[in-house]
């Protein structure tokens, strides 16, 4: 009886001080928050690595025309106004790339765009981004209950 409490004393101990790793794996659509993020906080670099190819390069252009300033402060005025995001689960397209659709809420529409993500290497890019289809809504966001 005592040996069978110390092996599982060992055990318990073993098993408690090992660390778990964590995930390596990253799923596509961690690049749209990892964007989103980034606009948030006008960091144009962490913005820019968001993308891959061509996309990336009309972006980096935009940029550098604009100057790192004033390109910071439009990623933050591009998201101040979008009240919620709500992001679908990925949908393979193809062999390489992957369909992701999110949906902007803003106070009087909600905005659905499709992005189209690839893996680069170990991280997901945006390589692609069909254009925005304006949604009204009925009753504007933060309307008050007592109002409708």
Do not use: H, N
């Not at 390596?24 to 749209?32: C, G, H, K, L, R």
């Not at 006008?42 to 996309?55: E, H, M, S, T």
């Amino acid at each position: 009886m005592l040996v069978t409490a110390f092996v599982l004393g060992a055990l318990v101990w073993w098993t408690q001080r090992r660390t778990v790793p964590p995930p390596t794996e990253t799923q596509p659509d961690a690049v749209i928050w990892a964007m989103v993020q980034a606009c948030r906080e006008g960091d144009a670099r962490r913005y820019l690595d968001c993308f891959a190819g061509k996309l990336r390069e009309r972006l980096a252009k935009v940029a550098q025309e604009q100057g790192d300033r004033a390109f910071s402060t439009s990623l933050r005025q591009m998201i101040a106004p979008v009240k919620g995001i709500a992001v679908f689960e990925p949908k393979k397209d193809g062999q390489r790339d992957w369909r992701i659709v999110a949906e902007f809420v803003f106070a009087d529409r909600t905005e659905r765009q499709t992005f189209r993500v690839r893996q680069v290497g170990d991280a997901w890019k945006i390589v692609g981004v069909e254009s925005a289809r304006p949604v009204p809504v009925l009753i504007p966001y933060g309307t008050p209950v007592k109002g409708l």
